[in-house]
């Protein structure tokens, strides 16, 4: 079985930085594409960084420069380092992996999401 979980968030000043991360378990072959979105109160849920098997990555316009995605392959975790944190980026962040795995003898290709943890910024 399959699991995506979260660690990090909480309550932090405006100005502050938290590190969030993301630990993939169970029988995966690969992991592809790592994700970080986030979801505010009555909005959409949005991308805000990606990071691929080989390391490019990508941002949202609203974090560049201020948020870096990394991962440790060999410890199947995805990172999201976020620093001179503002109000706006206050959300649930949720992490996502484009992920092959196998059940028995069956190979199969799906993303999976963690669970979700709140990052509140505010003074």
């Known amino acids: 079985q399959v699991q995506l979980v979260q660690s990090g968030g909480g309550l932090v000043q405006p100005g502050g930085s938290l590190r969030l991360s993301c630990a993939a378990s169970?029988?995966?072959?690969?992991?592809?594409?790592m994700t970080w979105h986030r979801q505010a109160p009555g909005e959409q849920r949005e991308l805000v960084a990606t990071?691929?098997?080989?390391?490019?990555?990508n941002y949202a316009d609203s974090v560049k420069g201020r948020f870096t995605i990394s991962r440790d392959n060999a410890k199947k975790t995805v990172y999201l380092q976020m620093n001179d944190l503002k109000p706006e980026d206050t959300a649930v962040y949720y992490c996502?992996?484009?992920?092959?795995?196998?059940?028995?003898?069956?190979?199969?290709?799906?993303?999976?999401w963690g669970q979700g943890t709140q990052v509140t910024v505010s003074s």
């Open positions: 996502n992996a484009d992920l092959r795995y196998y059940s028995g003898t069956i190979y199969y290709r799906k993303d999976y």
């Open positions: 169970g029988s995966i072959v690969n992991i592809y594409d």
């Open positions: 990071i691929s098997n080989r390391g490019s990555t």
